[in-house]
């Protein structure tokens, strides 16, 4: 049994405490007691008595229920006879426990401990040890749990090893399924559409679908950071616009307090003027509609009997995007479903591909994004693929429906400068600057290597003459791939911001080739096959 199993960071006045637990006996119980006495005076834990079998948790943004019910009958018959713990010592540890990770998880997170542990009481040994995902928590309890310290060690060691076993089985962990990209490309075609037409009412009705759309895809916001966007959130300025939103801090510090004020913080970013304008007639649109319990920007024209904070909720926005697909959409075949959290992981890669900055994108995602999305890095040739044969179709409609707008074809071969083999038509050269020779990064990492750049053609009587479509795709992968392991380096301690540096601008040289290779595809009259859409588009 290890000395020190559980820790609880105790935050009083700026002063962090650390409990290094053996067991959960009368004094821990008590200092158990004295936390819940604390969180309830904050106003965290809404009931009046630790010994209450249902706590309320509020964190200023919902309530949680956290459940310590369970069978008396089955514990005695199941867990009793293996643990030599009493129902009501098991009760008290499960409370204590769970208070012990008040400030390091969020109600979420702690309901589910409670229920993870309270199940325990009606469980057999072996029904343990079926147990898979996350024990850490299971584990942890049964090492600081009074009774059998024998039986409830070997259980906790056989559950490391099955917990060991399980990671190595599954590895990839829970990934988020995105999208096919023309989804989101043409989910962004069908809005404008829609919102130039919409009524007042309608676009009242399904302001927080189109503010979702036009603010996630560009930052990389969580959905509830998104609804927590203030409502006074707009100011001007001689250029635009600016928006206000809240950014969640607790990634970075790993402490909760349960309060706005401290767990998110205020960020401010340009946003055009058309935005502005969107959200200034929202704010006088929705002047008479109930105010919910804090100021934010989104309202319900009439609060729903069940939501008493009169907020717009997660559940409220997906319900809404769901009549938005069913009512405007109208089941349209070419548009899958697209979840409120899909678009910050594509704003990600649109920031990537568009030429972001390490810098700004893991400021704008927060400090565990990368290790999130890492595995999408893999998709950026199948966003590029979809971004050029949207727009080839846009060609063919009334409006350009692409999202990533960045990039520009080059045209017909101007006056160039000659070098080795070949002439170079940047325009920057050319006037004797050298930035756009910064961002040509070589195999071996050179910088100004010349037949990576956009620029360099090898044959001055050609109007374009990039790698084929194979190797400028192979280029972006391995790019990708070559940025992902930069990142994790870079994460655990092992590696410098100039080499991340260094492997994005790589990735958004080899984007910009691919992209235009597969452009010159379709001027020529091509085949380019795109995998999200299984079709083969010629011209």
């Not at 604390?38 to 309530?63: A, C, T």
């Not at 850490?136 to 070997?154: A, N, T």
């Not at 560009?218 to 950014?247: H, K, M, Q, S, W």
């Not at 790589?506 to 299984?534: A, F, N, T, V």
Request: hydrophobic share 35%; aromatic share 10%; net charge neutral.
């Amino acid at each position: 049994m290890g000395m020190i199993t559980v820790s609880s960071i105790l935050q009083e006045e700026n002063i962090e405490k650390f409990l290094l637990i053996r067991k959960l006996d009368t004094a821990m119980i008590q200092q158990a007691r004295k936390i819940f006495n604390r969180y309830h005076d904050q106003g965290v834990l809404l009931n009046d008595s630790f010994d209450d079998d249902i706590w309320i948790i509020y964190d200023e943004r919902k309530r949680a229920h956290l459940r310590f019910q369970y069978s008396e009958i089955a514990y005695h018959k199941h867990m009793r006879r293996w643990s030599g713990c009493s129902s009501m010592d098991f009760k008290l540890s499960v409370k204590a426990y769970v208070l012990l990770r008040f400030g390091q998880s969020g109600p979420a997170k702690l309901r589910n401990i409670a229920r993870e542990l309270s199940a325990l009481a009606v469980m057999d040994e072996e029904d343990v040890l079926k147990q898979t995902g996350d024990l850490s928590h299971i584990i942890s309890f049964l090492e600081v749990l009074p009774g059998d310290e024998g039986k409830l060690g070997l259980l906790a060691e056989e559950l490391e090893d099955a917990a060991w076993r399980y990671s190595i089985t599954n590895r990839k962990g829970k990934q988020r399924h995105l999208a096919d990209f023309s989804s989101y490309l043409r989910f962004n075609s069908q809005l404008n559409r829609f919102w130039e037409q919409a009524s007042e009412e309608d676009r009242a009705r399904f302001f927080p679908v189109y503010l979702w759309w036009k603010i996630t895809m560009v930052l990389p916001l969580r959905p509830g950071e998104f609804l927590l966007t203030p409502r006074n959130c707009i100011r001007a300025t001689d250029t635009g616009y600016i928006i206000t939103v809240r950014r969640s801090i607790i990634k970075g510090t790993g402490k909760v307090s349960y309060r706005l004020a401290t767990d998110y913080e205020w960020c401010e970013y340009p946003i055009s003027q058309k935005l502005g304008e969107e959200i200034l007639w929202y704010q006088r649109k929705s002047e008479n509609y109930p105010e919910p319990d804090i100021p934010l920007l989104l309202r319900h024209k009439s609060v729903p009997i069940n939501n008493k904070s009169g907020r717009v909720t997660y559940c409220y926005l997906v319900r809404l995007l769901k009549e938005y697909y069913r009512e405007v959409l109208a089941g349209n075949a070419d548009i899958a479903w697209i979840n409120p959290g899909d678009t910050r992981h594509i704003a990600m890669m649109n920031l990537i591909i568009s030429g972001g900055s390490p810098t700004v994108c893991c400021e704008l995602a927060g400090h565990e994004d990368i290790d999130i999305s890492s595995h999408y890095y893999t998709n950026f040739s199948s966003l590029i693929e979809c971004a050029v044969y949207e727009e080839y179709r846009a060609h063919h409609s009334e409006k350009p429906v692409a999202i990533i707008s960045e990039y520009s074809s080059l045209g017909p071969v101007e006056e160039g400068v000659c070098i080795g083999n070949g002439i170079c038509l940047s325009k920057e050269f050319r006037n004797h600057r050298v930035s756009d020779c910064m961002v040509s990064i070589g195999p071996k990492g050179e910088i100004g290597y010349c037949p990576a750049c956009r620029y360099y053609k090898s044959d001055a009587t050609a109007q374009i003459d990039f790698f084929n479509r194979e190797q400028a795709k192979e280029g972006v992968q391995a790019d990708s791939w070559f940025l992902m392991q930069m990142v994790e380096l870079v994460r655990k301690g092992n590696g410098c911001e100039r080499d991340l540096q260094s492997a994005f601008l790589k990735l958004q040289s080899s984007c910009i080739r691919y992209r235009e290779s597969l452009e010159q595809s379709y001027r020529q009259g091509g085949g380019i096959y795109c995998p999200d859409l299984k079709s083969l588009a010629r011209i």
